[in-house]
């Protein structure tokens, strides 16, 4: 059975930081491509950063400079380093890991990230 678990998200003043986890089991983590993304009410879920499972790493442009993810392969964890918030960062943040799209790809529960004084 495949398990995504996202951890630490919570509630934050504009310009902190947190680290978001998401732990897997149940897949080979190495062989894949693992991604955060957010959703926020009214919007359609959005790509956020992805790393493959070389470890070439990605961001979307408006979290670029911001934003970091990296991967531990040993731990079978990839993270999302968020700094220097903003209340526009404010969604469920999802961890997504895909091999082949539409057949091994797999979604966690999600863990809500609020940035507000």
């Known amino acids: 059975q495949v398990r995504l678990v996202e951890s630490g998200g919570g509630l934050v003043q504009p310009g902190g930081s947190l680290r978001l986890s998401c732990a897997a089991s149940g897949i080979i983590f190495n062989l894949y491509q693992m991604g955060w993304f957010r959703q926020s009410p009214g919007k359609q879920r959005e790509l956020v950063a992805a790393?493959?499972?070389?470890?070439?790493?990605d961001v979307t442009n408006s979290v670029k400079g911001r934003f970091t993810i990296s991967r531990d392969n040993a731990k079978n964890t990839v993270y999302l380093q968020m700094n220097s918030l903003k209340p526009e960062d404010t969604a469920v943040y999802y961890c997504?890991?895909?091999?082949?799209?539409?057949?091994?790809?797999?979604w966690g529960q999600g863990t809500q990230v609020t940035i507000s004084s």
């Open positions: 790393i493959t499972s070389t470890g070439t790493a």
């Open positions: 997504h890991a895909v091999l082949v799209p539409g057949k091994s790809d797999y």
